[in-house]
């Protein structure tokens, strides 16, 4: 999956969720912290996936093409991670292990993250994505971002 098309997933799902607005205040990391730009982990993730085929603010490699995959594994923003699998109603133990397994990590960033995946790997959102109840509209704007670029 490219990064465009998982953007057009991301774009139907709620805004703001409680569990991951608690991890936020928790661990100080998100929305409100730090001068963060976005105002919600949803608006990061769009912004963050919008830049994702050019340099961005990361200066990334324009000629290396990266999959939704990549980009899941690399995302150094816990609550960005929960966000997605709270948005796509992931299944309760996941999400409940997740945040545990957050909150045991004193390090932000990479290390959280990766604490995070262990409980929610790339394959338990893609599947999640396949299962996401989208209306007719979605699909169709879904289709469309695997026939672009």
């Not at 409680?18 to 993730?45: C, L, N």
């Not at 932000?108 to 509209?137: D, F, H, M, S």
Request: aromatic share 10%.
């Amino acid at each position: 999956m490219k990064p465009l098309v998982l953007r057009a997933h991301i774009r139907p799902l709620p805004e703001y969720l409680p569990r991951t607005r608690a991890m936020e205040e928790t661990i100080g990391v998100g929305a409100g912290f730090d001068g963060a730009w976005y105002r919600s982990q949803k608006e990061h993730w769009l912004g963050w996936l919008s830049e994702y085929s050019g340099p961005g603010a990361y200066g990334r490699s324009e000629k290396t093409k990266r999959s939704a995959e990549y980009a899941y594994n690399h995302i150094q923003c816990a609550p960005m991670l929960f966000w997605l699998a709270e948005a796509l109603d992931a299944k309760e133990r996941c999400l409940a292990a997740g945040f545990e397994a957050v909150l045991d990590v004193p390090q932000k960033g990479a290390r959280q993250c990766a604490a995070l995946r262990r409980c929610i790997p790339w394959t338990v959102i893609e599947n999640a994505l396949g299962n996401w109840r989208y209306n007719r509209i979605d699909r169709c704007k879904i289709k469309l971002a695997h026939l672009s670029r």
